[in-house]
């Protein structure tokens, strides 16, 4: 059912007026979102007409733009991605690893997009994948599914990288599987020395091939003894990875997922009004505890899609990545060897394709199915229902 209000709707009325007074300072993938946004599942984007089985009740459903940083769109797209991944469940505790980069490497990486958020996977999984193979902590080789997110609560610029971890691995020979803790995978402080060293080490390299680039307020970054200098305090400085408390059994890892892969800058759900004064939401402030953590933001719409459009990722870049047992095409004979030492059957092939589920809504009627009867093209409207529908949505005997 739609929400009583959408991101939509805000970048359909105040859109056009941001357009122009930005007019030469937005991208070509940000006009293309706005544009995504605002036309999603409206008769721009073509449709179809569903008529019920049962009653021969008829309704229009205009098509989604299946753009990545949609709120609409990203529900059928995690319930999709979750079905492949729940094949990939082990019997095990599930870990939760957050990586955060300092503001003032924040900063950079907002200017250098697809070269600091790579180099934030990179950083990230090597570095769990480092300290989980030393025997002094866990002496194996561990699956990361890593998840890339760039915002606050607020809607601020906040890159950070949530890793979900089996509690456990297999050493180099694959020979047993190797435990974690029930509570306890990594220590955060080893892991946040070795993240700190691994990030700042690349980053420098990365200045010294040419490959980053700054403007406006960090332009004199440009200089390598300036950009030296920015890096100092953060080499001191403790960088945050934050260990949560383990999931309790697998359903909860896919109960996280549903909620995290697929997630943009703020969802429908969290608006609240949209009016003269700008737009309301909810938000969490993190520097407060208990229910006043709970906290009402109201931003000009100007404001609410900048900081919207903040978070657009460079084309083709990937938020959603696999390492160690879960990488590429070594998944499949990592998964199968991890669960032939834990004891558990391999999921059964199924015998005939499995049939998609029907992600159309019943009648609203007559809970019937709903099937559809003809579609149209983008910026074509369907023609009128039959003779007796027209008021009443019902298809006449």
């Known amino acids: 059912m739609r929400a009583s209000l959408e991101v939509a709707d805000i970048f359909r009325a105040s859109g056009p007026s941001y357009r122009t007074a930005h007019a030469g300072h937005l991208s070509l993938d940000q006009l293309k979102i706005m544009s995504a946004i605002e ?95 030393d025997p002094k902590h866990l002496g194996a080789r561990i699956g990361i599914t890593a998840v890339l997110h760039t915002w606050g609560s607020a809607m601020t610029h906040h890159p950070h990288i949530h890793t979900i971890v089996p509690g456990g691995g297999l050493p180099p020979d694959g020979s047993r599987w190797i435990a974690s803790r029930p509570a306890f995978l990594l220590p955060v402080r ?101 229910t006043d953590r709970q906290q009402v933001m109201t931003l000009s719409a100007h404001e609410f899609i900048r900081r919207f459009l903040l978070h657009v990722l460079p084309k083709g870049f990937h938020r959603i990545r696999h390492y160690g047992l879960l990488a590429g095409a070594t998944r499949k004979g990592h998964l199968e060897r991890a669960r032939q030492l834990l004891g558990v059957a391999l999921p059964a092939a199924p015998d005939a394709p499995v049939e998609p589920d029907d992600t159309r809504p019943p009648c609203p009627c007559c809970g019937g199915r709903m099937l559809v009867i003809e579609t149209f093209e983008r910026w074509r409207q369907p023609r009128a229902p039959p003779d007796g529908a027209a008021t009443t949505g019902t298809i006449a005997p």
């Open 39 to 133: 036309t999603c599942r409206t008769a721009v984007m073509g449709g179809h007409v569903e008529a019920c089985t049962d009653c021969g009740h008829w309704r229009v459903a205009y098509n989604s733009c299946r753009n990545r940083h949609c709120p609409r769109c990203q529900g059928a797209a995690a319930r999709t991605w979750l079905a492949a991944r729940e094949a990939d469940l082990l019997p095990v505790g599930y870990f939760h690893v957050v990586f955060t980069l300092p503001a003032e490497v924040a900063d950079v990486a907002f200017q250098n997009k697809a070269a600091l958020y790579g180099l934030l996977f990179q950083t990230a999984s090597e570095t769990m994948t480092t300290i989980a193979a």
């Open 190 to 290: 080893v892991l946040g020395k070795l993240f700190r060293r691994l990030f700042l080490a690349r980053l420098v390299a990365l200045y010294d091939a040419g490959r980053l680039a700054f403007y406006g307020s960090i332009a004199h970054l440009g200089d390598r003894r300036a950009f030296l200098r920015h890096l100092a305090p953060v080499r001191k400085k403790r960088w945050v990875v934050y260990a949560k408390p383990p999931f309790a059994g697998p359903e909860a890892v896919l109960a996280y997922l549903s909620r995290y892969t697929h997630r943009v800058a703020i969802s429908n759900s969290r608006l609240i009004r949209f009016d003269e004064t700008g737009v309301t939401f909810r938000w969490k402030d993190y520097r407060r505890a208990g």
